[in-house]
């Protein structure tokens, strides 16, 4: 009798033990949600559905909750939801400038410790300067960009300007643009430069080809009325008023691509994020060459990093930096440049077969990567969001005629400077 109860205990005991694991999740898969913009032309969502179908396969005790968020700013606003509310995200891909934002929050980790030095100095300086202060890194850099210039190769035949030869400066840009456009831009125009949405960032390449960047690298200082940023601010305004070359006012951001891709206009100015929906769209032949220098060449960096949040369950934490270190191999860096365009962020992915061989025979996919000795942190400060609103609200009165150039930018100095006070030492 002794012996049955004994066995019946014995029994027991090892139902429970395996209920109790199943309920802690001893065996089980571990969750992370992984939250990421779709912001530029191409299927994106696919590509990333496709990393996280292979990540799954190599392991398969991890399951990643892909989250598309629409826009940078709109994934900004559900995950900060999602985090004031105390269920932050494991991971999301987030503008690379929304640092001083996110640490302001106190959301997310330090990643100097996760990662040995030699893979952290992998990554290019140019994209690790908004991933970082000082030595301590808080972001890996993943789907990063420069602004291009892309032009119609054809359009340079057919108005007699050699199609190997763009621009390399602004004389030469005002030039060129005038034997492009046709009939007052109503049939083409000679350029376009998107100022909706990202204007500031626009505006930050002809600052940086003038003189300076418009921001200091420890976010409490901005630079709008500085003479640089008044000589650029001025330069583009004339293109559209004074040289007639592309339309005045408001341009669309994401109406130029398009308009490119159909003839409207034979150069843009635009993110080397859309190369492959260009080089994939185009009935045309085309270039993409650095953006015209003023007195040097620029152009400030661009796009998202890849951020691990705090207070995470220690499996959590595991699984989440596994899938950062996937997501930033050498091989899969390659694959994600060569599908959307974007810059390989890192050095080592340069030197994988798979991405000689493109540039080989897409030699384009270089430019924006050989532009990064010129390129500079883009516009990053504390109260980020507001900072921008300011810049941006002014640059369009100033593009649509509803302010003079010095007024504009004296009165976007002023109120980011308000806006900036309180993080002054």
């Given amino acids: 009798m002794k012996v049955k109860v004994l066995s ?4 027991l005991m090892v139902v429970l033990a395996g209920c109790s694991s199943s309920e802690t999740g001893g065996d089980e898969t571990t969750e992370i949600d992984f939250w990421f913009p779709v912001a530029v032309g191409g299927d994106v969502a696919k590509i990333v559905d496709g990393f996280v179908a292979d990540f799954e396969e190599e392991n398969p005790d991890i399951k990643v909750n892909a989250k598309y968020g629409g826009s940078y700013a709109e994934t900004m606003t559900q995950v900060m939801a999602s985090a004031q509310a105390g269920n932050s995200p494991e991971l999301a891909v987030l503008f690379s400038i929304d640092l001083f934002t996110l640490l302001e929050n106190d959301l997310i980790e330090e990643l100097t410790p996760m990662f040995d030095q030699e893979y952290l100095d992998d990554f290019y300086d140019g994209f690790m300067a908004n991933s970082s202060i000082g030595d301590k890194v808080y972001s890996l850099p993943f789907q990063r960009s420069t602004i291009v210039l892309y032009y119609n190769k054809d359009a340079f035949k057919e108005a007699g300007l050699d199609p190997e030869a763009p621009p390399e400066n602004w004389d030469q840009l005002v030039e060129y ?3 492009l456009t046709k009939n007052g831009g109503k049939d083409q ?4 430069i998107p100022s909706t949405g990202y204007q500031y960032w626009m505006f930050q390449a002809l600052a940086l080809q003038t003189g300076d960047n418009i921001m200091s690298e420890d976010g409490k200082e901005v630079h709008f009325n500085a003479p640089y940023s008044k000589e650029a601010m001025e330069f ?4 559209g008023k004074e040289h007639k070359i592309m ?14 891709l159909s003839g409207k206009t034979a150069m843009m100015y635009h993110t080397t994020g859309n190369l492959t929906n260009v080089k994939n769209n185009a009935d045309f032949d085309f270039g993409v060459s650095f953006l015209p220098a003023n007195n040097d060449y620029g152009s ?11 207070d995470l369950p220690k499996a959590n934490k ?5 899938f950062m270190k996937f997501l930033t191999e050498p091989e899969r860096v390659a694959q994600w440049s060569i599908d959307t365009g974007y810059v390989a962020t890192s050095e080592s992915a340069y030197e994988t077969d798979l991405l000689k061989s493109y540039v080989e025979e897409f030699p384009p996919a270089l430019v924006a990567r050989e532009q990064l000795e010129y390129a500079e942190s883009e516009l990053a400060t504390y109260q980020n969001g507001e900072v921008q609103k300011i810049f941006n609200d002014h640059i369009q009165s100033i593009l649509t005629g509803q302010s003079p150039v ?4 004296e009165n976007a100095q002023e109120k980011a400077e308000k806006v900036l006070e309180p993080f002054q030492e």
């Fill in 189 to 192: 125009w000679g350029l376009e």
């Fill in 406 to 409: 010095d007024e504009g930018l």
């Fill in 236 to 239: 583009w305004l004339s293109l």
């Fill in 318 to 322: 595991e699984a989440a930096i596994k």
């Fill in 247 to 260: 339309p005045e006012g408001v341009i669309e951001w994401a109406t130029v691509p398009s308009d490119f």
């Fill in 300 to 310: 400030p960096t661009g796009g998202g990093n890849i951020y691990l949040f705090k």
């Fill in 8 to 11: 019946f205990v014995l029994v």
């Fill in 177 to 179: 643009g005038k034997k």
